[in-house]
Structures are given as C-alpha cells and as structure tokens.
C-alpha cells in the first residue's frame, strides 16, 4: 500500500490534464445516472480497499470540524468545548476549523484505527466523498482527493472509463 500511496503524486500529475477535460465536459452535459454509477464504482473499490492499511487521509490532511462535530466529540472525551478547540483546532485561511497538526491526534498510528471513530467528524465519516448526491459538484474535490487517496484515484480512473464516450477530448 505504502508504494501506491507514494507513487499517487506522480500518477495524479500525470492524468491531470486528461480529468480537467473530462469533468469539464461531463459537467456540458451531466448523465442522468452518474449519482448511481459513482455509488456502484465507490463501493466496489471500497470493498478492494482496505482504509486500516492506508490512513493517508488522517495522516495527512485535516477534516473539516463543523460545531455538532465539536459538541459530539469534546463529550465524548468529557471535555469543555472550548478546552477541546483550544487543544486540537485552529482556523484556516477560510475560517474553518481544522486539526492543528497531522497526522490527526486522534489516529491510532499503531495500527491506524481512529480512537473517536463513533463520534468522528461528519467529514471523515462521509470522506472521499465519491459517493455523495450531486457528485458532480464535487469534481475539484475528488480530483484534489485523488493525491493522497489511491481508492478515490481508481474510482476517477473507472469513471472515465465507465462512461468512455464523455471522456473524449480533442487534441
Ligand atoms: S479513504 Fe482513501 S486515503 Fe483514506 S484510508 Fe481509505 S484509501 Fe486511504
Ligand atoms: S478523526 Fe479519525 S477518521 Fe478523522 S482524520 Fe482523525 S483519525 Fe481519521
């Protein structure tokens, strides 16, 4: 897992261009089925995948921290909201709450379980976001995604070829 992750950089970089086009013109002319296409391509990768021998999420990026996630997981861990904050998040330059350092606090680095994952923020829960309603606004995303995500870069790679002919572009 660890060679697939550390090859996903150059691997993304070099599809980049070809899945710009490809969004921008699934985007002119969006089919009617691709919510229930991504669901089928997500959950076939996800069941190849699995996230324990990986974390490249929690490792390297933050999820976003929205304040029902800081009620739920500063009770859970019997903690003041404000100490919790105080502790964990920071704002980002969107003014959003965010871990203040990665790997994520909470990631078991022994063997990459999450130790809130009942009350783990909505974000994690819902991450990569490959089968979310109205995929469609979320290309950027995905694609952003697809860096430190190796199942979230093969559901891109059979999405285009799933639906082959939207992905033709002129050279
Ligand atoms: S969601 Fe993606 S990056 Fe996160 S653990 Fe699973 S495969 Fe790895
Ligand atoms: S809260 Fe849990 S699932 Fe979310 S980034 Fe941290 S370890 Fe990963």
Do not use: W
Request: glycine share 0%.
């Amino acid at each position: 897992m660890q060679e697939l992750i550390d090859s996903l950089a150059k691997k993304t970089a070099e599809v980049k261009k070809e899945n710009i086009a490809y969004f921008k013109r699934l985007k002119k002319r969006v089919p009617k089925n691709l919510d229930y296409v991504m669901q089928e391509i997500h959950d076939n990768e996800f069941q190849k995948t699995d996230c324990l021998t990986c974390a490249n999420c929690c490792k390297t990026t933050s999820p976003m921290f929205f304040p029902k996630d800081i009620q739920r997981i500063s009770k859970f861990l019997r903690m003041k909201e404000h100490q919790f904050m105080d502790a964990y998040l920071e704002m980002d330059e969107d003014d959003c709450y965010v871990l203040k350092s990665a790997p994520c606090t909470f990631l078991d680095l022994e063997d990459n379980t999450c130790t809130i994952y009942d009350v783990r923020p909505k974000a994690c829960s819902e991450y990569p976001h490959t089968n979310r309603k109205k995929f469609i606004q979320l290309t950027d995303l995905a694609m952003k995604n697809s860096e430190i995500c190796p199942a979230t870069y093969n559901i891109i790679e059979t999405l285009k070829t799933q639906l082959p002919l939207v992905g033709k572009t002129k050279k």
